[in-house]
């Protein structure tokens, strides 16, 4: 559209001819306030807020609807709009029960923002206000509707926004009321049967619509707020948690993405948004646990389970050697203790024994993209792509921002949208086209693309560019042909989907038997050279590690933040013979079989940086605090100081430091220390003092890791930068253990809504919406029997 | 409209804005709220239990509904209340006393109120 100009409040001002005016003038700087409105969804012009005065038109127009042309003229402040603003704000006051200061939305409210703003303090309505008793919708969402004002965003964000469409209205004129989608029960028009992302409740102007973890909890001022990305799925949303001082340590009370800053704007999903209170949970291990001479654990203080460990790794290091010694990592610890762990492995211990719990197999990933550049596809270009090939996979419930994604695209920018998949997936409902691959699967795929024949085929090949986003049903050579079939192509970028938090992390910082950080084999001549000692053959996977283990060859097993017990469904004999040292933050069914357990800090107790399975790196900020547990980092670092390992060696601390930490990278509890490390920077101090600074570590990543070289200014300011995987190619003749000849090795967690692997089922929240969506469930099938 | 200059004007008020207020789909919050306040405001003081403040804010709440509506219903209810009152203010008044409608009577049906 080309550019008009126009005049706001005599200020000059141009925008592309069919702006709306209210998006117009808040990129301007010119405040119009609104109820109804809310970007991307469809216009309402209902709450009347947004009223302005046009030159030549009779009567106030609203700026939500008004869209922009050359040469108008516009007043947004004279005293008669601000009557008409004051006049709405008192009509809705009529019926508003101003309990300001017990309502949720006290303090962050829209309604009492514009009241103060306007001045519509004194109310002449002296007549009875409408009541209706507040109800609870499901274990997240509660409706308490005379504080209502009806400005339908919370109806178009479950609609448009989610495609769920939970909510909808009753009755008409003063009587209208919001009501959610289940009717004819005994409690009809009370309960909801959606995805409980809690969008409804995000986008709630006033607190009409209150969490069920957070209501009457506290006040948002008492908060502090805390950016940092959700701990759950590898979509890495940026999550802002509201956190409150408690008797140990700080807790979490709240996370929404009210800043809409991050790839997901204000989008979260169930997990994300109730998900948190797993940190809280009563079985959060607090001490560390040492096996006694009974075979009991108990508790033992810091210091004592720190001697008992790596006496133990130091005695079987020196007598039986690195390789009786293996180490599992995890995919939802910081890219820094990912990389400290495998450098730790490989230097301290001196084996390559280590592995993770593969969900998706990113390392026959990188290999066939070894050598080119430019073909993945971050979250921001598959948020504006013009086509997407979406394979496999069901975002919905396993990458609800994905999904989110998707469907916003398609439906803002007309984006093309094609699926093929075995099952039914609900974003089908977006596609323009689906490929039901039930009958031959996925390796009739690319027989079947490229036949031109069917109507499908013959529209992805008239795409000009293409994201082609695939799952975990291809692994190994599956991998190797579609990036095959896509790199024939001009314009075709890949998304590859893991599971959890930092899935591409693990991959990325080499916990691979075989393969460094940055997917450099092992044997590859001269790799990570100043590594000391680098064992130059490779190690035993996971799996290998446990059939040591069953032998009686594995020595001992550092396990971190994972869970081979229950993963892999093992038989827990095997491992008696086994020394098992487990840092976690719960007692797992691998956790109790250890002989020394480590409590460990969440993501959102920690700082550092994760990656998204998209490739997306973005900065993790400490938020909570929890008396007793240590970051992973500060485990590995002491762990290797009991090793008698110089830590310098290991993590670039002191005078080693390359790169200043100015401070912005951690989070409100460590605000004294950032200011100190600016003032210590001023004056060419050295800020990195501490072993236990994951910052000095992402030095040593971006000048080690390949495809790691990173903005710092953008990742710092809390933005996603992106990453490629760099591989040596097939050309170089290295096969990783995992692409080619071992595709079982990849075990994908399946993750639905509600469920999130060992956190989400000490997450009390999602524990009650899984309930929830059972009961549901239960009810809508008697209902569809009596029926029948 | 062809009224009977029996008819109190202001239970004619009430009648007019119960029928909008009935009408009102609920979208937009002028109409929606200003309708239902006018409405249970007019009962009030058609019944005698008015102010004079009340004169005053029937018709500021009908000239801020006026013109800001999503559609023409609300300045359907609107107008022809700020005439009653700008025209019919002494019977208006003539509510005030804590009385029933002065205009009662035998005779003169009742308009029924929705």
Known sequence: MPDVTFTVDGKKLTAPAGTLLIDACRKAGIEIPAFCYYPGLSLQAACRMCVVRQEKVPKLQTACTTTVAEGQVFITESPEIAQARKATIELLLGNHPLDCPVCDAGGECELQDMTFKYGAGESQFVEVKHHRDEQQWSPAVF??????????????????????????????????????????TERGGQQLDCEQCGMCIDVCPVGALTSGSYRYKTRPWEMNHVSTVCTHCSDGCKVTLGVRQANDGSEIVRADNRDKSGINGDFLCAKGRFGFDFVESPDRLTQPLVRNARGRLEPATWEHAIRVATGKLKEIRDTRGGNAIGVVGSNRTTNEEN???????????????????????????????????????????????????????????????????????????????????????????????????????????????????TEFSKAIFAEESLIVIFGEEFRGPAVENLIAWGLKRDNVRFAYLGDHSNSRGAADMGLFPDLLPGYIPVTAPG?????????????????????????????????????????????????????????????????????????????????????????????????????????????????????????????PFGKRGTTGDLGQSRGAQSGEADRHSVWLEANGLEPKLSPFDPLAALDEIERLVPGYTLDRVNLFAGNDVHTEPASPGPESGFVPVSALTAPELVVPAHDTLFTSGALGRYSRALGQLEQHQANELAKSELAKSAAD | MVIDDQTCMVEFALRTMSFYAHESCGWCIPCREGTDWLKKTLTRFHAGFGTRSDIDNIQYLAENMLGRTFCPLGDAAAMPTIAFVKKFRKEFEDHLNGMPCPFAREGVPQLTVV
């Not at chain 1, 909808?168 to 004819?184: C, E, K, T, W």
């Not at chain 1, 004999?573 to 020394?579: A, E, G, M, R, V």
């Open chain 1, 527 to 651: 790799a990570f050279a100043e590594y000391p000692n680098l064992p130059a053959a490779p190690g035993n996977s996971l799996p290998q590690m446990l059939d040591a283990a069953a032998a009686g060859d594995l020595g001992a097993l550092l396990v971190v933040g994972a869970n081979p017990v229950s993963h892999a469904k093992l038989d827990p004999s095997i491992l008696q013979h086994t020394f098992l040292i487990v840092q976690d933050l719960f007692l797992t069914e691998t956790a109790a079989l250890a002989d020394v357990v480590l409590p460990a800090a969440s993501l959102y107790e920690k700082s550092g940086t994760v990656t998204n399975t998209f490739g997306d790196i973005q900065i993790v900020r400490k938020a909570a605090d929890r008396a007793g547990v240590k970051p992973d980092f500060e485990i590995l670092v002491r762990l290797a100081g009991g090793m008698g390992i110089d830590v310098s060696t290991l993590v």
């Open chain 1, 339 to 453: 990389y400290l762990l495998q450098k730790f492995a490989r230097t301290v211990i001196g084996t390559n024994n280590i592995d993770h719990e593969r969900t998706t197999d990113y390392a026959s990933f990188a290999r066939a993209l070894a050598g080119h550049t430019g073909k993945t596809a971050s979250l921001r270009d598959i948020a504006q792509a013009c086509a997407v090939l979406l394979v496999g996979g069901s975002p919905t419930d396993e990458h609800p921002l994905l999904a989110w994604l998707l469907r916003t695209n398609v439906r803002l920018n007309r984006a093309r949208l094609y699926i093929a998949n075995s099952k039914t997936i609900k974003l089908a409902r977006q596609a323009k086209a689906t490929l039901d691959l039930r009958r031959g699967g996925y390796d009739k795929l690319i027989t079947s693309l490229d036949s031109g024949r």
């Open chain 1, 143 to 184: 409706y308490d509707r005379p504080r209502c004002i009806l400005c339908y965003r919370c109806i178009r964000m479950c609609g448009e926004g989610m495609d769920v469409w939970a909510l909808g209205i009753h009755n008409r004129a003063a009587d209208s009321v919001i009501v959610p989608n289940v009717l004819g």
